[in-house]
């Protein structure tokens, strides 16, 4: 009995998986190998914004690739950027030797203490930080390459009557740049 169309596709997929994988577009969504998850502290009993990471992983297959660091670096960077956070946090399982590693040798982070029965099963968790001082400044040199220190500097003499007195406008709907420019030259020749 022959088989029917779908049938011997199937079949033939099946028998046959390495050479009938199903084609690979542009829009295929990429295959997710790791993720991050951060926070900031709503309420830090420190009183000082701060982000915590809550959850870092890599799948085994893509390990030892830098994938990991990549990950934290750009947590850290998005929490000063975006938040203005001061430090990071996080929690590790105290015989988690490869997380230490990337965590003290990479990174940076150093421990702040060890919370005593942290994990279900009973397990220590070294409580560690990260300061972004660092970071922060970093990334404000950087923001000074782009776009230049001209912010807070004297940029010649003062023009116009005003001087360095500061005038209140009005900004409105309907007012554009050139609106505003006629109404304070129509106000000075008054």
Do not use: C, W
């Amino acid at each position: 009995m022959p088989l029917s169309k779908i049938s011997f596709f199937k079949n033939l997929a099946k028998n046959t998986p390495q050479v009938s994988r199903p084609p690979k577009t542009p829009y295929d969504p990429p295959k997710i190998v790791g993720y991050v998850l951060a926070k900031m502290e709503e309420e830090p009993t420190d009183g000082v914004q701060h982000g915590h990471i809550t959850s870092l992983s890599v799948m085994r297959t893509h390990r030892r690739l830098g994938l990991a660091e990549k990950l934290m670096r750009q947590s850290q960077r998005a929490m000063a950027e975006t938040f203005n956070a001061h430090y990071v946090s996080l929690h590790v399982r105290v015989s988690n030797q490869a997380a230490l590693h990337l965590y003290r040798n990479t990174l940076g982070f150093t421990v702040d203490k060890v919370e005593a029965k942290y994990y279900a099963d009973g397990e220590d968790a070294y409580s560690m930080r990260i300061e972004l001082a660092d970071l922060k400044d970093q990334l404000k040199e950087e923001e000074e390459e782009i776009f230049g220190a001209s912010e807070g500097v004297d940029e010649g003499e003062a023009v116009g009557s005003e001087g360095a007195k500061k005038q209140k406008v009005k900004v409105g709907r309907g007012k554009g740049v050139v609106d505003l420019v006629e109404k304070n030259e129509a106000a000075a020749t008054a």
